[in-house]
Every structure is written in structure tokens, then in C-alpha cells.
């Protein structure tokens, strides 16, 4: 009986350990998430579209920084359901004691803990893609737009050239018909 409150103790304490952890990196992982959407936005102030025209994430390495981020979460909220899934496994094994509430409670909240973090990682991730696929589409219409500006500029001076020549040749009518009269 010994030897099982020992087991079971030393899964609770690797429990506590990745909570903490996880914890630490989800709060790393929003604030890496929310610093590209606040710094798109702070830099709009210099132009109104720069915020949908500068890319959420910059350069690779902040893409990596991303992705290896996630990828560390996700390992930890794995070895996080490995260790509740074993102190489930090992009190609801035969020959266990019986167990009391306070054991029971305490197995329900590891289980609640590793639900809330897993919901937050898959909420904060799945926002920073929304605006990350916000950006690069704000993007496209943007350098569409200005492609349409930059291509009616061409046109918008054709047509100022031909409404000069149309004006000389109306000029040089009228004065045609000056002289002939």
C-alpha cells in the first residue's frame, strides 16, 4: 500500500512539474501570438494599410519560432496525458485500495488542468492563424488594389495625352475655320 502512494505521488509531482511548464509556455505562446498583431497594428499608424500589408510573421525565423513553440506544447500536453492517463490506470487497477475523495478530487482536477490548457493552446493557436491567413489575404487584395492604381495610372495618362491632342486638333479646327471665313 506504501509502495502505491509512492507510485501515485511521484505521478502527481510529474503532473505539477508539466502543468508549471506548460503553464510557463503558454503564456510565452500568447505573448508571441499577440506581439505580431499589436506590432502590425503600432505600425499602421505610419500608414493605413501597412497592418494588412506587413506580414504577421516576418522572416523565418519567427515562423520557426512559432512552429517549434507549438510543437513544444503540444509534446508537453502529450507527456501531460500520458502521466494522468497512468494515475487513472494504476487507481483503477485491481487490487488498489479503495480510494477516498480527496484522491479522487485530486485526480479530477490534474484531468481539468490538462483540458483548460489544451483548450487555450488550441484557442491561442487557432486565433494566430485567423490573423495570420488575415494578413496574407489582406495582403493579396492590397497589391491587387495597387496593381489596378498602378495600371489606371498608365491609362489615366493615355487618356490625359489624348484629350491634349484632342484639344490641339479642336483648336487647330477652329482656327482653320477662322481663317477661311
Given at each position: 500500500?506504501?509502495?502505491?502512494?509512492?507510485?501515485?505521488?511521484?505521478?502527481?509531482?510529474?503532473?505539477?512539474?508539466?502543468?508549471?511548464?506548460?503553464?510557463?509556455?503558454?503564456?510565452?505562446?500568447?505573448?508571441?501570438?499577440?506581439?505580431?498583431?499589436?506590432?502590425?497594428?503600432?505600425?499602421?499608424?505610419?500608414?493605413?494599410?501597412?497592418?494588412?500589408?506587413?506580414?504577421?510573421?516576418?522572416?523565418?525565423?519567427?515562423?520557426?519560432?512559432?512552429?517549434?513553440?507549438?510543437?513544444?506544447?503540444?509534446?508537453?500536453?502529450?507527456?501531460?496525458?500520458?502521466?494522468?492517463?497512468?494515475?487513472?490506470?494504476?487507481?483503477?487497477?485491481?487490487?488498489?485500495?479503495?480510494?477516498?475523495?480527496?484522491?479522487?478530487?485530486?485526480?479530477?482536477?490534474h484531468r481539468d488542468i490538462l483540458q483548460d490548457y489544451t483548450h487555450e493552446f488550441?484557442?491561442?493557436?487557432?486565433?494566430?492563424?485567423?490573423?495570420?491567413?488575415?494578413?496574407?489575404?489582406?495582403?493579396?487584395?492590397?497589391?491587387?488594389?495597387?496593381?489596378?492604381?498602378?495600371?489606371?495610372?498608365?491609362?489615366?495618362?493615355?487618356?490625359?495625352?489624348?484629350?491634349?491632342?484632342?484639344?490641339?486638333?479642336?483648336?487647330?479646327?477652329?482656327?482653320?475655320?477662322?481663317?477661311?471665313?
Amino acid at each position: 500500500m506504501i509502495c502505491f502512494y509512492n507510485f501515485l505521488e511521484d505521478l502527481r509531482k510529474q503532473a505539477r512539474q508539466l502543468e508549471n511548464e506548460l503553464d510557463l509556455k503558454l503564456v510565452s505562446f500568447s505573448k508571441l501570438c499577440t506581439s505580431y498583431s499589436h506590432s502590425s497594428a503600432r505600425d499602421g499608424g505610419r500608414d493605413r494599410y501597412s497592418s494588412d500589408t506587413t506580414p504577421l510573421l516576418n522572416g523565418s525565423s519567427q515562423d520557426r519560432m512559432f512552429e517549434t513553440m507549438a510543437i513544444e506544447i503540444e509534446q508537453l500536453l502529450a507527456r501531460l496525458t500520458g502521466v494522468n492517463d497512468k494515475m487513472a490506470e494504476y487507481t483503477n487497477s485491481a487490487g488498489v485500495p479503495s480510494l477516498n475523495a480527496a484522491l479522487m478530487h485530486t485526480l479530477q482536477r490534474h484531468r481539468d488542468i490538462l483540458q483548460d490548457y489544451t483548450h487555450e493552446f488550441h484557442k491561442t493557436k487557432a486565433n494566430f492563424m485567423a490573423v495570420r491567413e488575415r494578413e496574407n489575404l489582406m495582403g493579396s487584395v492590397r497589391k491587387d488594389i495597387e496593381s489596378y492604381k498602378s495600371g489606371s495610372g498608365v491609362n489615366n495618362r493615355r487618356t490625359e495625352l489624348f484629350l491634349k491632342e484632342h484639344d490641339h486638333l479642336r483648336n487647330s479646327d477652329r482656327l482653320i475655320e477662322e481663317t477661311i471665313r
